[in-house]
């Protein structure tokens, strides 16, 4: 069954955590954004999986070296997976994943500025990544003639398992599952809406009928 992800744009914790009680009946992993770990620090991360022990906690470091380290960091303080860049050096993704080994927890290739996105996650999977992020970031979701598209047309080539990150909504959320998606990635459809907690479960319900 493919899993719904939010990723949470908020800046502090505490707008995190309200979010996340609104939402989290029908969302399987939270996802603390790179701004909010920035502002807020990691103990961010051990405030959402003390409040949702139950859900999956996803630590969007963008570890761009250092990856064991960097990794060990957000494992400890309480995340099940955490990112690494896809554009970083295999080294760095090789050690954010042997940290991820150590912990029992797992390690997500993020492809955001990887100009072959495809490739990039068929060669990260080998190296052990639990799956890789199609990710076109905010910046390039607002530069004219973006179209989400492209991402779904890259998980259906792809072959291995990825997550679709990059407009996720209610419009095409079944196209990304159909395209193979393991997982969907809303952020703003679901932090932006009016109504959050139905905004989600509405992702979840469009998620099971794909």
């Known amino acids: ?9 908020l800046l502090t914790t505490k707008d995190a955590l ?18 909010l770990i920035k502002n807020e620090g990691i103990a961010v991360v051990t405030a959402m999986k003390a409040a949702h022990p139950d859900k999956l906690v996803f630590a969007d470091l963008k570890t761009m070296d250092a990856g064991e380290l960097e990794a060990d960091i957000a494992f400890k303080a309480g ?12 080294a760095t993704i090789a050690g954010a994943i042997k940290a991820g080994k150590a912990h029992g927890k797992g390690v997500v290739v ?11 996650a068929q060669e990260v999977i080998e190296l052990g990544a639990e799956f890789v992020e199609l990710h076109a970031g905010l910046d390039e979701q607002w530069t004219e003639g973006y179209s989400i598209q492209v991402l779904i047309d890259e998980a259906a080539r792809a072959g291995v398992p990825v997550s679709v990150a990059g ?11 159909k395209a193979g998606a393991i997982v969907a990635v809303a952020g703003a459809a679901i932090y932006g809406a009016e109504d959050p907690a139905a905004a989600a479960k509405a992702l979840r319900e469009a998620i099971d009928a794909a």
């Open 110 to 120: 993020d492809t955001i500025g990887v100009a072959d996105r495809v490739k990039c």
């Open 1 to 9: 069954m493919a899993k719904l992800q939010v990723a949470i744009d």
């Open 79 to 90: 995340a099940d997976l955490v990112t690494v860049l896809g554009a970083a050096g295999d």
């Open 18 to 35: 309200e979010l996340a009680a609104k939402i989290a009946p029908y969302i399987d992993i939270i996802e603390l954004g790179t701004p």
């Open 167 to 177: 407009g996720v909504n209610i419009t095409n959320v079944a196209a990304v599952i």
